[in-house]
């Protein structure tokens, strides 16, 4: 748990940290546009560790907790054996762990989805008020957590319906309770919108343009494989068939639970794509880690598939279909199993905000100035350094102005000023080139920047790269009072393995 906090964890620790409750719930609407829970069980956290562990406890723990949910739902939708290996499906998908170490809310939006789900399906079985109380207390919960829970709500709605229209035998009484609990739901869900808007939620106009193109199918699509994009590429490779093999098995086998998983799935990923298509400059795939533990279920029941009948349909297959059932799952496990054994910090960050601090507290001078691109890193950096050296904004894309300006004005003749950019794409080209409608390069935008700003007279160089985060020297030039034992050291940096910071061929001085 020791990697830099990124821009959505600091954020966490900005609202966690407000001196009450209130005041925690205000600015969750309006930093985050989130409900409050999670943030009320950082806040506590915090005061056991006020470090990144004590900040991801939570997520860790709703993490753990989400792995006996998982079991508890392949248990039911299934049996207790597809259960236990959709838990390790799920559990060693390095996509989902990375979030059981991030202080956000994703692994208590998987835990209240999937505990969600598992009392409304025995609810739509049993029709007893203790399985419709059940749903209606995680799916509470839900809603206080995370604002797109609401999607997946009316994902859950609309299986369920077609889950209690289709029931066989009928249920005798199959809407009454059904439509209580919705109606309930609904009518909480209004009265917080009202609040949230009353109180200055964060708000983002529609931007219905975005929607009609053919990216936002293949991101729907993607979504659902979406943590297989970070961690070990050849888990997609067992992915495939896993998911193909599975969902035979399901369909034939048990006609009604593939139709739930499917209509839920399906409903819930594209409501989720054209919201933030719609919304945001980017899709990212933890906004549908909600369905990934029905996909673990629907990947372990890939070893029903030999010997499976329905409904006058019958199938005859060898034993070499289990033993590929079994390869591939155990293949799967295996993979993940040493990307995280072999995991260490670096694996789970970002951006190197840690490596920055340390860089700038041991060059930039209290004389010095450190300009940030954009909003994203001020609190990073905020939050590891405690030099001398003073922040400014800066626009992300003209930041030649501002610098000129600075270096212009009274100070003294060796003031340098030290520029921090940054990226938060998507790390896998591919996925980025379909999520993203900003796309943004860090290393042409790093050279656009020294380009620019030597045209005006000044010397700039590029002086540090960490992860996702590059550092850029400006000063006046080597002749008008830089220290050449700064700016000099530009000239010959190299890279050093494991993304660590530039630094100056041996036997030079820097």
């Excluded at 943030?39 to 006020?50: E, I, K, T, W």
């Excluded at 001078?365 to 940030?372: R, V, Y």
């Excluded at 890193?377 to 501002?402: M, T």
Aim: with cysteine.
């Amino acid at each position: 748990m020791s990697h830099s906090l990124w821009f959505d964890e600091s954020q966490t620790v900005v609202v966690a940290s407000q001196s009450t409750v209130s005041d925690v719930a205000t600015v969750a609407m309006q930093l985050r546009g989130y409900p409050p829970l999670f943030f009320m069980v950082v806040r506590h956290s915090l005061h056991y560790r006020s470090d990144e562990a004590g900040l991801r406890l939570p997520a860790a723990f709703f993490g753990a907790l989400s792995i006996i949910a998982v079991f508890l739902l392949g248990k039911a939708l299934a049996d207790g054996f597809t259960g236990l290996l959709a838990a390790f499906l799920f559990v060693l998908t390095p996509g989902v762990f990375r979030y059981f170490v991030d202080g956000n809310a994703y692994t208590l939006l998987i835990l209240e989805v999937t505990l969600s789900n598992l009392f409304l399906v025995r609810a739509i079985r049993s029709d007893k008020i203790a399985d419709w109380l059940g749903y209606a207390l995680f799916a509470l919960l839900g809603l206080a957590s995370h604002t797109i829970f609401v999607l997946y709500f009316v994902a859950q709605v609309l299986a369920a319906l077609y889950s209690r229209a289709f029931a066989r035998p009928p249920a005798r009484a199959p809407y009454r309770r059904f439509l209580a609990v919705v109606a309930v739901l609904c009518l909480i869900e209004i009265l917080w919108v009202v609040f949230y808007f009353h109180h200055g939620g964060d708000r983002r106009p529609f931007q219905l343009s975005r929607l009609p193109e053919i990216s936002t199918l293949l991101v729907t699509a993607g979504m659902y494989a979406g943590p297989l994009s970070f961690g070990s590429p050849i888990q997609l490779a067992f992915w495939v068939p896993l998911q193909l093999l599975g969902g035979i098995a399901m369909f034939v086998q048990r006609r009604k639970v593939f139709w739930f998983i499917a209509i839920f799935a399906t409903l819930s990923l594209a409501a989720i794509t054209l919201f933030f298509r719609a919304t945001l400059s980017y899709v990212a795939y933890k906004y549908g880690l909600g369905v990934f533990p029905l996909a673990c279920i629907l990947a372990a029941y890939s070893l029903r598939l030999p010997g499976a009948g329905a409904r006058g349909l019958k199938l005859s297959w060898p034993l070499a279909a289990k033993v590929c059932g079994i390869t591939l799952i155990a293949s799967y496990c295996i993979a993940g199993a040493a990307f995280l054994a072999t995991a260490d910090a670096r694996a789970f960050e970002y951006q190197d905000w840690k490596g920055t601090a340390q860089y700038l507290r041991n060059h930039a001078t209290g004389s010095d100035l450190i300009a940030l691109s954009g909003r994203y890193g001020v609190p990073c950096l905020s939050y590891y350094y405690n030099g001398p050296a003073r922040f400014v904004s800066v626009r992300e894309q003209h930041p030649d102005d501002l610098v000129s300006g600075l270096l212009a004005g009274p100070g003294p003749p060796d003031r340098a000023v030290w520029i921090v950019l940054l990226s938060l794409a998507n790390e896998n080209p591919v996925v980025a080139r379909y999520t993203e409608f900003k796309k943004y390069d860090l290393e042409a935008q790093t050279e656009t920047t020294i380009a620019g700003l030597r045209k005006r007279g000044l010397f700039a160089c590029h002086a540090a790269r960490f992860h996702r985060v590059n550092v850029i020297f400006v000063s006046r030039g080597l002749g008008q009072g830089a220290l050449p034992s700064r700016a000099g050291g530009c000239a010959g940096m190299v890279l050093q393995p494991a993304g660590r910071g530039l630094e100056p061929p041996p036997g030079s001085q820097h």
